[in-house]
């Protein structure tokens, strides 16, 4: 008996010392995570305008307002445009480097850190030299009439715009993508790819049968943090187009904030706000589930 009650002081004491290191991370995550979503939920049912003495309770008003403007379905179109077209060359590109600078060549190591560069280089400084290169008189424009081809208004085009905003952010993703997919690439034994080599195996062969598969959790997760990092975009937008032409580039987060801080209508744009939080749960999701399979 006395051997069982000092086991369960002890067992009291790990659960004790478990918790006061705990706190910290918890007391943290409750002011600056969960309060906040807490929250954001609690003011998207609200009409949350600072124009009014205070805030009235309006139940599901913005989320149907929401829902019937036509405005935050193209909005909805062009972040699901945006984030296809971004995710597909942001996980093909950085593969391909990635598959390559896994191999011993010249310059290796100088090679990743000039792809990685983009990754931590500032959207906004990015975004101006975009603008810049991008512009009527811009060097691409100069380009193509130096080729031969016409010029294209690109900044003002409601056709143009958004691939501008798609290279510039599959450029900023590449560094990172391909890192994730470098570290992938260690983990498979390279037993395998000697037994492809003994069965005659070409390098083909062994990329689509042992590589790809033995990637697919790091493709799962490169591709959720890129779509994460599409849908919560909102700089390039910001510097170079403003949503226009026509609301062509207009993103869901650009959305949000045009209608917290241009319209002050604090409760719509939560509800936005809280829409693309359960997009983003959803993907998460995908994520862990894809991971507890593998």
């Known amino acids: 008996m006395p051997k069982k009650r000092d086991l369960n002081d002890w067992l009291d004491r790990d659960t004790f010392a478990a918790w006061v290191f705990l706190a910290p991370a918890l007391i943290f995550l409750s002011i600056f995570l969960f309060w906040p979503i807490a929250y ?40 699901v445009y945006f984030t296809i077209a971004t995710v597909i060359p942001s996980l093909i590109i950085p593969l391909l480097l990635a ?31 975009f603008r810049w290169l991008f512009q009527n008189d811009g060097p691409v424009n100069s380009l193509l009439i130096f080729s031969g081809f016409n010029a294209i208004d690109w900044l003002n085009s409601p056709v143009w715009a958004m691939p501008v905003l798609i290279l510039l952010s599959s450029w900023k993703q590449l560094g990172f993508n391909m890192v994730v997919f470098l570290g992938g690439l260690q983990i498979i034994p390279q037993s395998r790819y000697e037994a ?5 195996a070409d390098e083909v062969a062994k990329f689509w049968y042992i590589t790809l598969p033995g990637l697919r959790p ?11 990092f599409t849908l919560r975009s909102f700089e390039q937008v910001y510097v170079i187009t403003n949503g226009g032409p026509l609301n062509s580039t207009n993103l869901l987060v650009y959305y949000i904030w045009q209608q917290a801080f241009n319209r002050f ?21 995908v994520q862990l589930q894809a991971w507890r399979q593998d």
């Not at 190591?109 to 400084?125: D, G, H, N």
């Open 196 to 200: 492809a080599e003994l069965d005659g």
């Open 99 to 129: 598959v390559l600078l896994n191999r011993s060549i010249q310059f290796r190591a100088l090679l990743r850190s000039a792809y990685f560069i983009p990754s931590i280089t500032s959207i906004v400084a990015v975004g101006l030299g």
């Open 218 to 228: 790091t493709l799962v997760f490169a591709a959720v943090t890129t779509a994460i």
């Open 40 to 79: 954001l939920a609690y003011l998207s049912f609200t009409d949350g305008n600072l124009g009014k003495a205070g805030m009235e309770w309006v139940g599901l008003s913005n989320y149907l307002r929401l829902f019937s403007d036509p405005d935050f379905w193209q909005v909805i179109g062009n972040t």
């Open 265 to 285: 209508e604090f409760g719509y744009a939560a509800a936005a706000a809280t829409v693309l939080l359960a997009i983003t749960l959803v993907l998460v999701y």
